[in-house]
């Protein structure tokens, strides 16, 4: 359509303009009447004023008026009636394509442009109408020109698109169609022509766009309707493996319900089989776009495999990142007669090819990356986010230890040697992560890059099951030894703290030897202590356990803790609430704490604060910690944090052995930890280290919660029997000890309370002193540990002859070992070495009262 610019002639007239107010016109009248007021002044009295005032008076008129003359034609000054409409806001306003009304708030009209005049009804005898009452007709309009003429009064911006059937007036042909109207008011900022606030309306006839984006949006439909029936599958993802968009055949073909499907909802991983999600994540390094085809197995929602080809696009960004994928899927659960067969094989390769427990690629002459099974980025941790593998460096993937063992493998391969030697790596990336590579030659074919196949097993779990088997051989070798030495210390002890005993009795506090004596029993005492140490690391101590509340542990030893850790250091102490019981042995229980303090301790040579913590761990909480061997269930953790100087992770995988230790010659036995993980692992708990060099360690207790069964509930209730106060005695007690120390001191204990005491060096010995004396004995002492026969063995032989005899095994050793030993026979008791002369005659008077009892 042609268009004619404006001119004088066309120029388009406003319907209603007001003149700008009256405030010009009441200045000019003004000066008119100064100017005759002066005239008929110099009229009247001309006479009787000074000459001099009139030619004045002149003058300033005549230089007023060559003022304005000048000013008029430097265009200071301008006729309004003439030029006012002429200003370019005002050639704007009257020439644009929209109704332009401007009106008070109570909707007298200032001012209409042309435009307006062209809408149906806008006009009233030739008289514009306000824009509410053009759509006060129109009963699809009420509500929203309530809305506006709302806002125009309380001088709000608002805009309303209307539609009404037909148009306004209503159309003679198209009395069915929708004609939609945009309007549109705001409030306008106060100007000299306006004493009142004015508002400006707008209406403006957009039926046209509205049908051309209906057009567009039907047209789109129709295009989402033919994507979504097509034969094929198709589904896009983005750059998380989140599928954005699902058409309805692939919905179908894996059992979703499309009307319920929302834009990443789904992940790759939910619909591709295994590993495949890798495969799509790719993309080439270049940022070229490039379709591949693969063969693979999608999920269905049941869970069953869809053999499928991927026709599947990915694109890197111009940073790298992996953009959104696009993939049209074909099905191929079936095929025509004739190409079943190739169809199967076809599928059977892709599946030995994906689903396989090891990684596959094949790589060109230069050692880079060409083609990859599903399972390669999952074992070379390798995230298909990050970038893509095609013609990525295998060698980039490893340790630079193994590369030059790689380089000469890939040498060998593209020479076509039969045997490459296997290369076992560590990966590049961050953590513990080993695989092993075999490498072998590729079939070498016109066109295609592939020279070299690799295949590699991950091997991460199997050197971490190794090293573990290690460390426990070796720990176990050197408990075994621990447990060896104590045992042996402990029959020396106890033929050192018994004889001290016997000379104790003799000398009492006022004797001069008195004090010595003292002195070895103390000494005997803390070797005692030394060797406890050592069973407790071999795990052969004998514990007491009993049912403890763990707050009530910690406060009662933080006095002491504090004493220990001196001024410089702080200690805190928090519990958690309703800390659950547990069950293990008070003594060894402190021991761990004190032991872990001083530690702490001295990992702040320049002072810092320990945290000692009590908690609740759930099972659900003890599943997300991710410690090495701890299995899920509910315990009661310790927290011993310190702000030290922490730990590498070299120095953590020893602090648990014995005898290593990083304090100076002279200050630590290196038995401190070793000792708390052998309570810990003794009481079924775990414990690991948490630490940052440079920032402290936090040491980890988990001890198992204590839930009682009905016979312990019961029991608990039950008062303990209090311990026998006469230790005299006239029995006949046969004692068995292949140590002699140890069995001149017993005897002579017991016999010093008046039993009569048999000895035996061994068990066949105590075998022919029972049948001497015609098995007439009243109890056995026995140790556990004596060459040719033990006690067990004997215990067993004994008991053919003498049913209900009652019996106290010795030992080094803990209990609890003991105890498998006899097939956990309770009618044996137990005293753990070393004792002392008040022990072992406690234990007896103990045993045979409890005898009695039965006799009775």
């Known amino acids: 359509m042609a268009t004619t610019p404006l001119g004088e002639d066309n120029y388009p007239d406003p319907l209603v303009a007001s003149p700008r107010g009256g405030a010009g016109l009441w200045r000019v009248a003004a000066l008119g009447l100064v100017i005759i007021g002066a005239a008929a002044t110099f009229a009247l009295f001309g006479d009787r004023l000074p000459q001099e005032v009139v030619m004045i008076f ?65 006009l009233n005898n030739g008289v514009p109408v306000s824009i509410p009452r053009l759509f006060s007709g129109q009963a699809d309009a009420g509500e929203a020109m309530y809305r506006l003429t709302r806002a125009a009064k309380d001088g709000r911006n608002a805009i309303e698109d209307i539609r009404i059937v037909g148009g306004l007036g209503g159309s003679q042909t198209e009395t069915n169609r929708a004609f939609w109207y945009r309007v549109a008011v705001r409030p306008l900022p106060p100007t000299d022509e306006t004493s009142k606030p004015v508002v400006g309306w707008t209406v403006e006839d957009i039926t046209r766009d509205r049908e051309s984006n209906e057009t567009a949006f039907l047209d789109l439909q129709r295009a989402i309707d033919y994507l979504d029936h097509s034969p094929a599958g198709f589904f896009s993802a983005d750059a998380q493996g989140r599928i954005q968009y699902l058409n309805s055949t692939l919905a179908d073909w894996l059992g979703y319900d499309l009307a319920e499907f929302n834009a990443g909802q789904l992940r790759l991983g939910d619909v591709v089989r295994g590993d495949g999600a890798t495969l799509l994540m790719r993309g080439r390094r270049d940022g070229e776009i490039t379709t591949e ?137 961050e953590g513990d992560h080993a695989v092993r590579l075999y490498i072998s030659a590729s079939e070498v074919s016109a066109g295609s890059p592939e020279q070299v196949n690799v295949y590699a097993l991950d091997m991460t779990d199997q050197r971490k099951l190794e090293a573990q088997f290690a ?183 020893k602090i648990f052995e014995p005898f290593f230790t990083t304090k100076e010659l002279g200050k630590g036995t290196g038995l401190g930890l070793s000792t708390v993980y052998g309570i810990v692992k003794q009481t079924e708990g775990f414990i690991y280290p948490v630490s940052t060099v440079g920032v402290g360690t936090t040491f980890k207790i988990f001890l198992p919660r204590y839930v009682p069964t009905a016979e312990e509930a019961a029991a608990k209730t039950a008062a303990a029997a209090a311990p026998a106060k006469d230790l005299t005695g006239h029995e006949r ?107 072992i005659n406690s234990k007896v008077k103990e045993v045979l009262q409890r005898q009695d009892k039965l006799d009775g």
């Open 58 to 122: 002149v003058g300033l008129l005549a230089v007023a008026g060559v003022f304005f003359l000048f000013g008029l034609a430097a265009g200071l000054f301008r006729f309004a009636a003439s030029e006012e409409r002429r200003t370019i806001a005002r050639a704007l306003v009257d020439s644009v394509g929209r109704g332009i009304v401007v009106a008070d708030r109570d909707g007298k009209i200032a001012y209409a442009n042309a435009h307006y005049g062209t809408f149906t009804g806008a």
């Open 293 to 429: 085809i693969i063969d693979i197995d999608l999920v269905r929602r049941n869970g069953t495999a869809l053999p499928v080809r991927l026709l599947h696009r990915a694109a890197r960004l111009a940073d790298g990142e992996l953009g959104e994928t696009r993939t049209l899927v074909l099905d191929r659960s079936s095929a025509p007669e004739n190409e079943e067969e190739l169809r199967a094989a076809e599928v059977r390769f892709s599946r030995f090819f994906n689903d396989t427990p090891f990684a596959i690629a094949t790589l060109d002459g230069e050692g880079r990356i060409v083609r990859t099974n599903a399972p390669f980025g999952r074992i070379f941790r390798w995230s298909g986010e990050e970038k893509s593998l095609e013609l990525q460096p295998l060698r980039d993937l490893i340790g630079e230890g193994t590369r030059e063992k790689l380089a000469k493998a890939l040498s060998d391969a593209t020479a076509q040697r039969t045997e490459v030697e296997p290369v076992d790596a560590q990966l590049s990336v």
């Open 471 to 653: 460390q426990s051989q070796k720990m176990q070798a050197v408990g075994q030894l621990a447990g060896g030495v104590a045992h042996d210390f402990n029959n020396l002890l106890t033929a050192i703290i018994g004889f001290s005993d016997l000379l104790l009795l003799k000398h009492k506090p006022g004797d001069p030897s008195f004090s010595e004596l003292m002195q070895i029993k103390q000494n005997a005492n803390r070797a005692a202590g030394l060797t406890r140490q050592l069973l407790a690391f071999s795990r052969r101590q004998t514990l007491r356990p009993q049912v403890l509340e763990l707050p009530l542990i910690v406060d009662d030893l933080t006095v002491l803790l504090k004493r220990m850790i001196g001024e410089k250091n702080q200690l805190s102490v928090e519990h958690g609430r309703n800390i659950w019981p547990i069950r293990a042995d008070v003594v060894q229980l402190e021991q761990v704490v004190i032991n872990l303090v001083v530690n702490a301790r001295d990992a702040m040579p320049d002072g810092g604060s320990i945290t000692v913590r009590t908690s609740n761990v759930t099972e659900d909480e003890a599943r997300d910690f991710k410690f090495e061997g701890m299995a899920p269930a509910d315990y009661v953790l310790i927290d011993v944090e310190d702000t030290g100087t922490g730990m590498s992770p070299e120095i953590m995988a």
């Open 733 to 839: 007690i046969l004692l068995v000890e292949d140590e002699e120390s140890v069995r001149a001191f017993s005897a002579r204990a017991l016999r010093t309370t008046g039993y009569e005491v048999f000895e035996a060096d061994g068990g066949e010995e105590a075998l022919e002193v029972l049948e001497d004396l015609d098995y007439k004995v009243d109890l056995i002492i026995s140790d556990v540990v004596m060459p040719e026969m033990d006690g067990p063995t004997m215990l067993k032989v004994i008991r053919e002859k003498m049913t209900n005899l009652k019996i106290i095994f010795v030992s080094g050793y803990a209990e609890e070992s003991v105890r498998r030993d006899i097939e956990d026979d309770q009618s044996v008791d137990f005293l753990p070495k070393p004792y002392s002369l008040d022990q």
